[in-house]
């Protein structure tokens, strides 16, 4: 072999190798902003799942049926009613890769004449930005609700919080 050739073979496997890595980087930015579209999409139907109730609040329903059907939508009127909050508060976590427990539950009387409250007491344990997703979710949960108290700890990539949410109930 010459020295062209060792000089072209050279040229050859340099140009070779940095194809190699831009095709890489470039894979490797696809699957990031792929990731990014799949964790939006999980948000998306999230919240078109907690802000389905919100459908009978603004839609012409007339009648006693109507009346209950837009007060469900913010206060919780039965136990069948609060089994299925629960759910959806374990479901949406679970769906974002955040492992939730139920610490507490109970019913405490309020100034209200009307309403109690439901007093949950949930711990959260994941990723730092899905357990923060979570809290944002339950800040907009499409019931008169708040958060209570809120004690997030952040450790190295695992985040674990307890959140006590208050939710109006019927007396």
Same mark, same amino acid.
């Given at each position: 072999?010459?020295n062209? &050739?060792?000089?072209l ?8 190798v940095? #194809?190699a890595?831009?095709?890489?980087l ?17 948000? *998306? ?6 802000? &389905?109730?919100?459908? &009978?609040?603004?839609?012409? %329903? ?11 939508? *913010? ?6 009613? #609060?089994?299925?909050? *629960? #759910?959806t508060?374990?479901? #949406? ?7 939730? %427990? ?7 009387k309020? &100034? ?35 958060i ?13 919080? %307890?959140?006590? *949410? ?6």
């Amino acid at each position: 072999m010459n020295n062209s &050739s060792i000089t072209l073979l050279l040229t050859s496997i340099v140009l070779l190798v940095m #194809t190699a890595a831009a095709a890489s980087l470039v894979i490797y930015k696809q699957e990031q902003a792929g990731e990014e579209v799949r964790s939006r999409m999980v948000d *998306l139907k999230i919240w078109s799942d907690l802000t &389905s109730a919100e459908d &009978s609040l603004v839609s012409p %329903t007339d009648g006693e049926a109507g009346s209950r059907s837009r007060l469900r939508a *913010l206060v919780l009127l039965s136990e069948s009613d #609060t089994i299925a909050f *629960l #759910t959806t508060v374990e479901n #949406t976590a679970k769906s974002l890769g955040v492992g939730v %427990t139920t610490l507490d539950l109970k019913e405490e009387k309020i &100034s209200d004449q009307y309403f109690n409250e439901l007093v949950a007491t949930f711990s959260l344990r994941g990723e730092g930005e899905a357990v923060e997703r979570v809290l944002k979710l339950l800040e907009l949960l499409p019931y008169r609700s708040h958060i209570g108290s809120l004690n997030l700890n952040r450790g190295l990539g695992i985040t674990d919080a %307890t959140v006590v *949410l208050r939710v109006s109930t019927i007396k």
